[in-house]
């Protein structure tokens, strides 16, 4: 891509802090066989990335988030810790309010987590266990009961789904307020980061999309009297070195909505990679999950790094 980068939009934030993680591509296995999941782990911390995001899925490859997430924060000082995102319909959130605060003491407060439906797809919602018809209700209990366990006092409530009386979480998070993103993209998931979240963290959306997506979560905010900060709104996007270092069966995995154009959300060199999230920076975003396509991705993370990551984060 070439020309001048494009101006920044006048209602977006300025002089935010951009930050740029990693997220593990989770259509390429574990990594675990060849040690390959820890040398990029390594890297990551080397480099000085800010953060590395694991995806959950039930049927489409990749570690589990939470368990791999609790041994990277054994192996690591300074990496955050990401999910991008926890499907969070089929889980019990006083479970999981537990088993977050965990890696976040563990981690000494480096948790980032983000949570959602899930993946649309058949295979994914049917692994899951949870009708299509109350998958955003659970959503939406499951946040609010997260929320109030974490504050630390005795906690009562009385949901459709789950209850709890006089409850009281061990261990607490590291943090006193613990922030819980939200990805999604249909009117109804805006709505529900704006009532809900603390962020947004968008998936297969536009850069010219996203700054209207994020004036309709600070409407949905605005009406619950609520506000999101201005730097809490996040993009994801994939990046390979060049054509070829893409398979046949991640190139089809990555065809993420139709409609959307290639190079609104996938970037072939470094040189495209800036020129997307100078995109996205113009719409407001100021949050990034890079995910990293390559054979060899020690070495894709250090160009990407040098390249990219380091000179965008020092110019914000």
């Not at 266990?129 to 609010?144: D, F, K, Q, W, Y």
Request: charged letters at 25%; hydrophobic letters at 45%.
């Amino acid at each position: 891509m070439t020309g001048e980068p494009p101006q920044r939009n006048p209602a977006a934030p300025a002089k935010l802090a951009v930050r740029v993680g990693v997220g593990l591509n989770p259509f390429g296995g574990s990594g675990l066989a060849d040690g390959g999941f820890w040398t990029s782990v390594e890297t990551m911390e080397e480099l000085g990335y800010d953060s590395i995001w694991l995806s959950d899925t039930a049927a489409l490859g990749g570690l589990a988030p939470l368990p791999a997430l609790a041994a990277i924060a054994m192996r690591t000082e300074r990496l955050k810790l990401g999910t991008s995102v926890l499907v969070l319909p089929p889980r019990n959130p006083v479970l999981l309010a537990r088993e977050l605060a965990t890696i976040d003491a563990l981690s000494g407060g480096r948790l980032l987590p983000a949570g959602g439906l899930g993946i649309d797809l058949p295979s994914e919602v049917e692994a899951m266990g949870v009708p299509r018809e109350e998958r955003a209700a659970r959503l939406a209990e499951s946040i609010t009961l997260i929320k109030a366990i974490w504050s630390g006092a005795p906690t009562t409530v009385e949901g459709r789904f789950w209850s709890v009386t006089d409850f009281e979480l061990t261990p607490r998070p590291t943090r006193r307020r613990l922030e819980f993103w939200l990805g999604g993209r249909a009117p109804a998931a805006l709505r529900r980061v704006g009532e809900l979240a603390d962020g947004w963290l968008a998936s297969a959306v536009s850069p010219e999309e996203f700054p209207e997506m994020v004036a309709a979560i600070r409407a949905a905010a605005a009406e619950a009297n609520r506000t999101i900060d201005d730097d809490h709104y996040g993009a994801t996007v994939f990046a390979a070195p060049r054509e070829e270092e893409i398979s046949d069966d991640v190139a089809q995995r990555l065809r993420l909505r139709r409609g959307l154009e290639r190079r609104d959300y996938l970037a072939l060199g470094t040189g495209e990679l800036r020129a997307l999230l100078d995109r996205f920076l113009a719409g407001g975003a100021c949050k990034f999950v890079v995910v990293p396509v390559a054979r060899d991705l020690p070495a894709w993370l250090r160009e990407l790094h040098q390249e990219v990551v380091a000179p965008i984060e020092a110019a914000a």
